[in-house]
């Protein structure tokens, strides 16, 4: 097993070397104000039998979980995924991936959505066939915690008395995002935990040991420095191998990078919404400041990307009008994948949904410059539910993510950056040198729980009144079909009572 832990602090916050203290096998860090991600590399004789046997079906493996509540990005830790649950899969050719569903209902609750992957995940579009680390098959669910997760760890991966393993696994209850990443060519299992601050202080006093002689601890404490290119970002600070190092040592490196902020103090933030009342046709509304709409670079476009669960579905067919995408101050539908039928309900839907890419149109430059906001709105659509009490439904829709694709320099090769992230659901409809420049959500514009899922609720057939309704039609039916055959009877005997006078009558003509 091999760790890495990463402490990247702002430029602002005060650090010095006498913060860190190296004793033999330990490390201590004291009052120290950053993020932190921690990434753990398992190879396969570390992992249980049954997460092995699943992933020998696999020729890839991504998981991509994000906390519903907003934080503080900081480089390199800036791309984003929607809240909840994303995989993304790739089965090995002419194998059976029968194994992976009830894996994902283990480790991360029974709630999952997952037969299989023929029948759950959707296939992924990958428009640009350069970009060779995209998967092919999509999943999300809308998993609120990692609760799960945290006990499968604890009793199938942790020993009964290292407390230092159960007491990692805890950590990830308050991590902001969680990566578990496999491919068939290294054959290990590599799992990256990030939180943008110490969750108990917001100051992190830490030791850190390297319990197990053979175990790989690298520890960085690190600050972004100025670099000399656009396209990269430089890491200044200290490095230690904790159990082989005297000292920490002092670094300094750059490396080009594919995921950038979009710049803060222009308050690149957006907030998303439905327009109320919502109805059955629901509108969600994107808004801006004015001064974000600047692009970072000459070559750039605004997209969101969203993940609708299988309850909300866009109408490709309205969507490919340039006249109504403009009035909704929307440019292009870039990609549509997964369920788009426009007329099934919800309860015959087995695949989890639907995933969009649009490209946001952008106000001119003298829009830019002055306050106020800029808005976009993308129509969806309700799919018909199953009855609940009092008639409401409720169901919970993740907010989108938003950034500026940017064209890099063909010559950069973003695969040396130690902190890539890969596998997002939208980074794979670009080419493999474009740039990311992420928005952060606005912290202060977030739902009553402050959390970043708008919760809808949807007109259905009111269960408490359901048995009535249903023994009223039948009344109704019975009651219409009595009716119609009186008439008919009625109708056969006047015709028969005409028929016999009009035979009467010329008989008596003769």
């Not at 990269?232 to 200290?238: D, I, N, P, Y």
């Not at 000292?247 to 990078?257: D, I, L, M, Q, V």
């Not at 997964?338 to 309860?347: I, Q, V």
């Not at 039609?473 to 009877?489: C, D, E, K, P, Y």
């Given at each position: 097993m091999r760790e890495r832990i990463t402490f990247v602090h702002g430029a602002d916050d005060a650090f010095d070397a006498s913060q860190l203290r190296l004793d033999n096998d330990t490390l201590h860090v004291?009052?120290?104000?950053?993020?932190?991600?921690?990434?753990?590399?398992?190879?396969?004789?570390?992992?249980?039998?049954?997460?092995?046997?699943?992933?020998?079906?696999?020729?890839?493996?991504?998981?991509?979980?994000?906390?519903?509540?907003?934080?503080?990005?900081?480089?390199?830790f800036v791309s984003r995924v929607p809240p909840g649950l994303h995989i993304f899969y790739t089965p090995l050719r002419n194998r059976s991936a029968d194994l992976l569903c009830p894996l994902l209902r283990k480790v991360f609750g029974d709630d999952l959505k997952c037969q299989s992957p023929e029948d759950t995940f959707t296939r992924l579009p990958v428009i640009s066939e350069r970009f060779a680390s995209s998967a092919t098959l999509q999943y999300y669910s809308m998993l609120p915690s990692l609760g799960d997760l945290i006990i499968y760890?604890?009793?199938?991966?942790?020993?009964?008395?290292?407390?230092?393993?159960?007491?990692?696994?805890?950590?990830?209850?308050?991590?902001?995002?969680?990566?578990?990443?496999?491919?068939?060519?290294?054959?290990a299992l590599v799992l990256n935990a990030f939180r943008s601050q110490s969750p108990s202080s917001?100051?992190?006093?830490?030791?850190?040991?390297?319990?197990?002689?053979?175990?790989?601890?690298?520890?960085?404490?690190?600050?972004?420095?100025?670099?000399?290119?656009?396209?990269?970002?430089?890491?200044?600070?200290f490095l230690t191998v904790v159990g082989e190092d005297e000292k920490p040592n002092p670094t300094f490196f750059s490396f080009p990078s594919r995921h950038h902020p979009a710049s803060k103090p222009s308050g690149s933030t957006y907030r998303a919404s439905f327009s109320t009342p919502t109805g059955l046709h629901p509108t969600l509304s994107i808004v801006f400041p004015s001064r974000a709409m600047s692009p970072p670079l000459d070559m750039c476009a605004l997209h969101a990307y969203l993940t609708l669960p299988s309850f909300l579905f866009p109408d490709k067919y309205q969507l490919s009008s340039p006249l109504f995408l403009a009035s909704k101050n929307l440019r292009s539908v870039r990609s549509i994948s997964g369920e788009s039928d426009l007329e099934a309900p919800d309860w015959i839907i087995k695949k989890?949904?639907?995933?969009?890419?649009?490209?946001?149109?952008?106000?001119?430059?003298?829009?830019?410059?002055?306050?106020?906001?800029?808005?976009?709105?993308?129509?969806?659509?309700?799919?018909?539910?199953?009855?609940?009490?009092?008639?409401?439904?409720?169901?919970?829709?993740?907010?989108?993510?938003?950034?500026?694709?940017?064209?890099?320099?063909?010559?950069n090769k973003m695969s040396v950056n130690p902190f890539d992230r890969v596998n997002l659901g939208y980074d794979g409809l670009f080419g493999a040198k474009t740039m990311f420049y992420h928005l952060d959500p606005n912290m202060h514009a977030t739902t009553g729980n402050g959390s970043l899922i708008e919760r809808l609720n949807i007109p259905v057939l009111n269960a408490e009144l359901s048995s009535l309704i249903e023994t009223g039609t039948v009344v109704i039916v019975i009651i219409g079909f009595l009716w119609v055959s009186f008439r008919l009877m009625m109708a056969g005997r006047s015709t028969k009572t005409s028929g016999n006078v009009t035979i009467g009558s010329e008989r008596k003509a003769q």
């Amino acid at each position: 097993m091999r760790e890495r832990i990463t402490f990247v602090h702002g430029a602002d916050d005060a650090f010095d070397a006498s913060q860190l203290r190296l004793d033999n096998d330990t490390l201590h860090v004291k009052s120290l104000k950053a993020a932190r991600e921690d990434r753990i590399t398992f190879s396969f004789p570390e992992l249980p039998r049954e997460l092995y046997r699943a992933l020998r079906q696999s020729h890839e493996l991504h998981l991509r979980w994000a906390s519903s509540m907003p934080y503080t990005s900081v480089s390199p830790f800036v791309s984003r995924v929607p809240p909840g649950l994303h995989i993304f899969y790739t089965p090995l050719r002419n194998r059976s991936a029968d194994l992976l569903c009830p894996l994902l209902r283990k480790v991360f609750g029974d709630d999952l959505k997952c037969q299989s992957p023929e029948d759950t995940f959707t296939r992924l579009p990958v428009i640009s066939e350069r970009f060779a680390s995209s998967a092919t098959l999509q999943y999300y669910s809308m998993l609120p915690s990692l609760g799960d997760l945290i006990i499968y760890i604890q009793q199938k991966i942790c020993a009964h008395e290292d407390r230092a393993c159960h007491a990692s696994a805890a950590s990830l209850d308050s991590a902001h995002y969680l990566d578990i990443d496999y491919d068939a060519i290294s054959q290990a299992l590599v799992l990256n935990a990030f939180r943008s601050q110490s969750p108990s202080s917001r100051i992190w006093n830490e030791k850190i040991q390297n319990l197990r002689g053979s175990t790989n601890l690298e520890v960085g404490v690190l600050a972004n420095e100025v670099p000399t290119k656009p396209e990269e970002l430089s890491l200044g600070g200290f490095l230690t191998v904790v159990g082989e190092d005297e000292k920490p040592n002092p670094t300094f490196f750059s490396f080009p990078s594919r995921h950038h902020p979009a710049s803060k103090p222009s308050g690149s933030t957006y907030r998303a919404s439905f327009s109320t009342p919502t109805g059955l046709h629901p509108t969600l509304s994107i808004v801006f400041p004015s001064r974000a709409m600047s692009p970072p670079l000459d070559m750039c476009a605004l997209h969101a990307y969203l993940t609708l669960p299988s309850f909300l579905f866009p109408d490709k067919y309205q969507l490919s009008s340039p006249l109504f995408l403009a009035s909704k101050n929307l440019r292009s539908v870039r990609s549509i994948s997964g369920e788009s039928d426009l007329e099934a309900p919800d309860w015959i839907i087995k695949k989890w949904g639907s995933a969009m890419l649009i490209e946001i149109n952008t106000p001119p430059l003298s829009h830019v410059s002055k306050p106020g906001s800029w808005h976009a709105e993308v129509p969806l659509h309700l799919r018909y539910l199953g009855p609940a009490v009092r008639g409401v439904a409720h169901a919970d829709f993740p907010w989108p993510v938003l950034f500026w694709a940017c064209t890099a320099e063909e010559g950069n090769k973003m695969s040396v950056n130690p902190f890539d992230r890969v596998n997002l659901g939208y980074d794979g409809l670009f080419g493999a040198k474009t740039m990311f420049y992420h928005l952060d959500p606005n912290m202060h514009a977030t739902t009553g729980n402050g959390s970043l899922i708008e919760r809808l609720n949807i007109p259905v057939l009111n269960a408490e009144l359901s048995s009535l309704i249903e023994t009223g039609t039948v009344v109704i039916v019975i009651i219409g079909f009595l009716w119609v055959s009186f008439r008919l009877m009625m109708a056969g005997r006047s015709t028969k009572t005409s028929g016999n006078v009009t035979i009467g009558s010329e008989r008596k003509a003769q």
